[in-house]
């Protein structure tokens, strides 16, 4: 398969644990963004990479995220000190330099925090 | 503040019957416009776009969506639906020089036979 990988697919954790996220993008594809969905509600832009560089961090993104790309290619996205707030679906999307205008989503991440 | 608008929570249609998804948004300059569909326990997927051009765009599974700039809306249309259309639909918009897209709250469609 092809398209954009992501692990875990479900993340149960304790309140004021650290987290972590794995993406692995299209191969070839040099942009990558992070968005986050709740329950009931659109997915809301967090942060993108233009290969290894974070361009844009949403104000959403609080100090306890941390997002990285180390060699442009899969990404990270680490929560700390988890907050029940946090509880919600983490997707990865991924598009390629040729054509900025379509991103391809993996399955997502859905973290709960008891 | 940019925004979009999925006025239906829920759309229901019989099978056959033509279908209308409806979208709005407020975002300034000309933006891109996207509508994205999500299976259960599947990933977004993309359906279609507007960039420019002809305001009739057409996507994937039959699905074709009409930009009108005057009503700053980007409704998602199908002639005749089917049971396997039933899913949570995403309006999406990404204003000109960002990259990133903004999505609406999204539309769950049932179709029933």
């Known amino acids: 398969d092809t398209g954009v990988s992501q692990n875990p697919r479900h993340k149960i954790t304790k309140r004021g644990q650290n987290v972590t996220f794995r993406c692995d993008p299209i191969s070839e594809h040099n942009r990558l963004y992070w968005y986050r969905q709740t329950l009931g509600q659109g997915p809301e832009f967090l942060t993108y990479f233009q290969n290894e560089a974070q361009l844009e961090k949403s104000r959403l993104l609080s100090d306890r995220f941390s997002a990285e790309r180390p060699k442009g290619s899969f990404s990270t996205l680490e929560i700390q000190r988890t907050e029940q707030g946090d509880s919600a679906m983490y997707l990865c999307?991924?598009?390629?330099?040729?054509?900025?205008?379509?991103?391809?989503f993996g399955q997502g991440t859905r973290l709960t925090v008891v | 503040a940019q925004s979009v608008a999925q006025p239906e929570d829920q759309v229901k249609v019989a099978e056959g019957n033509p279908l209308t998804v409806k979208c709005t948004y407020s975002?300034?300059?000309?933006?891109?416009l996207f509508w994205y569909v999500q299976y259960p326990n599947r990933g977004l997927q993309f359906l279609l776009k507007?960039?420019?051009?002809?305001?009739l765009v057409k996507g994937s599974y039959g699905f074709e969506a009409e930009f009108n700039k005057s009503q700053t809306s980007f409704h998602l249309k199908k002639p005749s639906a089917l049971v396997s259309d039933s899913a949570l639909y995403f309006c999406a918009v990404s204003p000109l020089g960002a990259d990133k897209l903004i999505f609406g709250t999204g539309t769950r469609l049932q179709v029933f036979p």
């Open positions: 999307a991924s598009s390629p330099p040729r054509d900025l205008t379509e991103a391809f």
């Open positions: 975002v300034s300059g000309n933006p891109y």
């Open positions: 507007y960039i420019t051009g002809d305001n």
